[in-house]
């Protein structure tokens, strides 16, 4: 053993250690010698006293050096752990013993040092590959020992019926087996590159250092045979009763996850999912099978330990569960009563063709049928509470029964919408694993070719021939028939009622800040955002609504109105035209109209296609509601004269609160007046949001000079800027398998983190200056970006500006990227008198812009197509003024 060639480990680690077998592959009483990284002496020198042990498992073709990050943060004074991370025998520096051991055997073998290491105190196993199992295996056999347990990319189970991953079949093949796992090095070669991003040469040879020749990589070669390809294997019982045996533990349990993995994907961890229900979740998009190489895992699990573990708290993060169901009637409930009240023969849910007339509509008698029939339906199916449902089908008539048949059964619905483009889509619902996914043609050829998952059901009829080519097995006709035969025969289809607390939905935000994350609601949260919603804007039963927005137009039933989309496509906001939203209003004499942002400035720009009918279907509007990115004023004013009898209302929300506060027209006009006059203290520097709505509760934690924002006190003063937070009874339940995120947006007790940074003037207006991401940290203090963006937009040839950060943080020079009216060609620096007109307008908000760049286009969120993607043009303007070619940002 070389320690100087093991980056990252500190020599006092490092140990041998003789150990007796009891059990399994040796003799009784043979003595094999063991490596292992242990920092307990470490920690006795320093005087620590450890809150516990950490038994680290590596799997195959690893050893010990993995858990090196844990091993230093465990020898942290804040968080002493001890770490005790072992090489396995006939792995890493562990005694080759020229016996070939079985599962059974190794976690035989780890009983045994344990056993010699007479660990003390409370004990969390921790594993990696099919060390996760051994682990496991050993936590099952020390239950006495054991406070918890944690896996990182891993298996106990092969699905019947599912073939094991292509790289373990290829690895198990007679042809390559002996040659790829031990007379070559190329199996280690192999794992080494699935790291994201790809390992250092140091951080490489430290990994191959105990395996260099062929005697040395037998263990490799029988730790991959010994892989349970099905019942026959020798080692399948030892699997299974590991498998089984988990369902019992009811420790604290935390899941780190690399969805980047060919070998162990999501699959496996929804299986793990299924056996320890209660652990902590964290999926590290971008992340692959070396997770602990690719993110530092270590800071995490120390948190978690202290949370959950010596904290003394058992079950995942998230808002505590409300005890009861006083007052609580789910989202469906109201369609029985309006089914059987007088309205039940009138419209409910329409749908429009391009031309404008009715295509197709449900009345509320025939919708709280068809929900019955499919909810019965997807049960004799096999889908049932806790089932994920993987909704892709448009707004309109088969999206709405599907939905609310989903909920009143129990299941998960899980939306993600394919504006958040292919990859983001991929990406999404792999996440989320959902057991089925009913979609249009489109879609289930997209879920076959991707494995979105691996029960398909189309929405429309298809032929035999076509079934079988999307691998779908049957329709929602089929089994609306079925639930009907079914509900007819009993009189009316028995389905138990799910719990207020039990998960609903799983909803995606739109990735305008990363990658799109998945939003946790249970029953009784969904039911509190329509009463929100509801009491909030006065939607009343009888009402009647045009959705451009496809959440309202799911939420319409619940609230009682009459819904119709018009014909767009929802996941492109742009693509509304005056005239198709005319025609939908037209449709059901609408009284209300939601709709994005950059959908209402087409709709302007499209007026000139308005009929007498449209213009005056647009005349009776009673209400408008626009939200997903700020909305000018001026954009208001000019929607208003389309809708002159309308109230207009911006609503600040986002997927895991929705909404927070109002304001409308009016109301910002004042703001904007209050702001200009300079006589109010905290007016401007923002968009004026209004006050939080009914049952919402706002603060802001102020920002530090660094641009960050903990530590302090939730505050209400006027004037001070910082991260808002909301609390309210409709505030998302938790991220989805993102435990750490969940972590970071939980505030104080009872708060949710928006990532949005604000401040409130002397009425209690709250107003928005960006996001928290975006935040400038200039040498004379912080920079938030909406107030100078709105100044530089008042610049006669500036459509939409950005502000942005360029250089190191706490030093940075604030940069403004415009896109002009008429649009530039090419993209790169502003011209002399463009950029003195926009540096002039910034200095009217008290910001110093040190250069200017244009842009063809911003870069927006492809959702709400408003949300400027401030992230990537800081890259392109650092990029642009280092010299780089401009190119498209």
Not at 329 to 345: F, R, S
Not at 651 to 680: F, K, R
Request: net charge neutral; hydrophobic share 45%.
């Amino acid at each position: 053993m070389v320690m100087a060639d093991w980056p990252g480990v500190n020599a006092e680690w490092s140990r041998e250690l003789d150990v007796p077998s009891t059990s399994g592959a040796d003799a009784p009483g043979t003595v094999r010698r063991w490596h292992l990284l242990d920092n307990g002496a470490e920690l006795a020198r320093h005087g620590l006293t450890p809150l516990g042990t950490l038994l680290c498992v590596h799997g195959n073709p690893t050893w010990s050096y993995l858990w090196r990050s844990l091993l230093a943060a465990g020898s942290n004074s804040a968080h002493p752990w001890r770490v005790v991370a072992v090489d396995q025998l006939d792995m890493g520096f562990s005694e080759r013993t020229g016996t070939f051991r079985r599962l059974a055997d190794r976690i035989n073998d780890l009983g045994d040092l344990t056993d010699v290491l007479g660990l003390e105190g409370p004990v969390v196993s921790v594993g990696h590959d099919w060390g996760g199992a051994i682990s496991l295996g050993w936590a099952l056999a020390h239950e006495n020992q054991l406070a918890g347990v944690v896996l990182t990319n891993t298996a106990v189970h092969q699905p019947e019926g599912s073939p094991i991953p292509a790289a373990l079949r290829l690895a198990l093949h007679p042809a390559v087996h002996k040659w790829g796992t031990t007379t070559s090095d190329a199996f280690l070669r192999v794992t080494h590159s699935l790291a994201h991003p790809p390992l250092p040469a140091e951080i490489r040879n430290a990994y191959m250092a105990p395996y260099r020749g062929a005697s040395r990589r037998a263990g490799v070669g029988n730790f991959v045979a010994d892989i349970p390809v099905d019942a026959s294997h020798p080692s399948f019982a030892a699997l299974t009763g590991v498998a089984e045996g988990v369902r019992g533990l009811d420790v604290p349990a935390l899941m780190l996850w690399g969805p980047r993995d060919p070998i162990f994907s999501d699959r496996y961890l929804k299986d793990l999912i299924g056996r320890l229900p209660h652990a902590d979740v964290h999926r590290y998009e971008g992340a692959g099978h070396l997770v602990a190489e690719d993110r530092d895992i270590a800071a995490p699990v120390l948190d978690w330990l202290a949370g959950r573990v010596t904290g003394g708290r058992i079950g995942p993060a998230g808002t505590p569960a409300v005890e009861g169901t006083d007052g609580f009637e789910p989202l469906w409930a109201p369609l029985a009563g309006l089914a059987a009240g007088p309205a039940g023969d009138g419209r409910a849910v329409v749908e429009t063709a391009t031309d404008g007339t009715v295509a197709r509509f449900l009345t509320w008698k025939q919708l709280a049928a068809d929900v019955d029939h499919l909810a019965a339906g997807l049960a004799t199916a096999g889908v049932g509470p806790g089932s994920r449902v993987s909704l892709m089908v448009p707004p309109g008539v088969d999206l709405t029964v599907a939905l609310y048949a989903c909920l009143r059964l129990g299941a998960v619905v899980v939306v993600a919408d394919a504006g958040l483009g292919t990859k983001g889509l991929s990406r999404a619902v792999k996440g989320a694993t959902p057991d089925v996914l009913i979609g249009i043609d489109k879609a289930l050829a997209a879920a076959r070719a991707l494995g979105w998952a691996a029960r398909r059901i189309s929405v429309r009829e298809l032929t035999p021939r076509r079934r079988r080519l999307l691998g779908v097995e049957t329709s929602l006709a089929a089994l609306a028939r079925a639930g009907s035969a079914r509900a007819g025969a009993a009189g009316k289809a028995a389905l138990s009622l799910p719990g207020p607390d039990s998960p609903a939905a799983v909803l995606f935000t739109s990735g305008s800040t990363g990658p799109a994350k998945g939003v946790l609601y249970t029953h009784r949260q969904l039911a509190a955002m329509r009463d929100t919603v509801a009491q909030t804007f006065g939607i009343r039963p009888g009402q009647r609504l045009v959705a451009g927005f496809a959440p309202f137009a799911l939420l319409g039933p619940a609230l009682g109105a009459v819904s119709v989309t018009p014909a767009m496509d929802v996941t492109a906001p742009r693509t509304l035209t005056a005239r198709a939203l005319a025609d939908a209003a037209a449709a059901i004499d609408a009284t209300v109209v939601f709709a994005s942002p950059a959908a209402l400035r087409n709709v302007v720009a499209t007026r000139g296609g308005l009929t007498p009918d449209g213009t005056a279907a647009l005349g009776r509007i009673d209400l408008l509601l626009s939200a997903g990115a700020p909305v000018p004023e001026a954009l208001l004013a000019e929607v208003q004269q389309l809708v002159p009898r309308a109230s207009l209302h911006t609503p600040y929300g986002m997927t895991e609160a929705l909404p927070v506060t109002d304001i409308s027209l009016e109301q910002i006009q004042a703001a904007a007046a209050d702001a200009a006059a300079g006589t109010m203290t905290g007016a401007g520097n923002g968009v004026c949001v209004g006050r939080p709505v009914h049952g919402t509760r706002v603060a802001v934690i102020p920002l530090a000079a660094d641009g960050t924002a903990a530590g302090a006190a939730p505050v209400t003063d006027a004037g001070i800027t910082g991260e808002i937070l909301v609390s309210a009874p409709h505030v998302k339940d938790a991220y989805d398998r993102l435990w750490l995120t969940q972590e970071l947006s939980s505030g104080p007790t009872g708060w949710h983190r928006t990532g949005d940074v604000g401040h409130f003037d002397v009425q209690g207006r709250l107003w928005v200056e960006g996001r928290l991401a975006h935040v400038v940290t200039a040498p004379g203090g912080v920079v938030t970006p909406v107030g100078p963006e709105q100044a530089i937009e008042g610049v006669d040839e500036v459509r939409m500006a950005a502000v942005v950060g360029v250089g190191p943080a706490g030093t940075q020079a604030v940069a403004a990227v415009v896109e002009t009216v008429p649009p530039t060609s090419k993209a790169g620096l502003a011209g002399a008198e463009l950029a003195g007109r926009v540096r002039a307008a910034a200095r009217s908000a008290g910001v110093s812009v040190a250069a200017v760049l244009v842009v063809p286009a911003q870069p927006t969120d492809i959702r709400h197509n408003a949300k400027i993607d401030r992230t990537r043009l800081s890259r392109w303007a650092s990029s642009v003024l280092a010299g780089g070619r401009p190119g498209t940002p």
